[in-house]
């Protein structure tokens, strides 16, 4: 079991940076894929960014190819996202998940089984 907790979100204003932070605990010692998903009102949960916390591989989608990356401190059982040059389009709730894994490689399909309660960003024009 893992429990994962987020902040750092917040308001900001488009093209400024904000840094989302997720302290993991529990059994932090497996591997994990871990990753950031997000959903605005009336839209679907969007997978945003995904690691490997083993492999050191990540993935992204997209809309957040360049601006947007991910990273992970075994030490402080910690995941991030560092998102610069924001657009008005990334405002969501943004959600930390996890999953064990042994692969080299984590996606968005993945069936993740550890999920946070969220931190709003909202991104003004």
């Known amino acids: 079991q893992v429990q994962l907790v987020e902040s750092g979100g917040g308001s900001v204003q488009a093209g400024g940076s904000l840094r989302l932070s997720c302290v993991a605990s529990?059994?932090?010692?497996?591997?994990?894929?871990m990753g950031w998903f997000r959903q605005a009102p009336g839209q679907e949960r969007e997978g945003v960014a995904f690691?490997?916390?083993?492999?050191?591989?990540?993935i992204y989608a997209d809309s957040v190819k360049g601006r947007f990356t991910i990273s992970h401190d075994s030490a402080k059982a910690a995941l991030y996202l560092q998102m610069n040059n924001v657009e008005p389009e990334d405002t969501a709730m943004y959600y930390c998940?996890?999953?064990?894994?042994?692969?080299?490689?984590?996606?968005?399909?993945?069936?993740?089984?550890?999920w946070g309660k969220g931190t709003q960003v909202t991104v003004s024009s």
């Open positions: 690691i490997n916390t083993n492999f050191g591989t990540t």
């Open positions: 998940a996890a999953v064990e894994s042994y692969g080299s490689s984590c996606s968005a399909s993945y069936q993740y089984a550890y």
């Open positions: 529990g059994n932090t010692n497996e591997r994990y894929c």
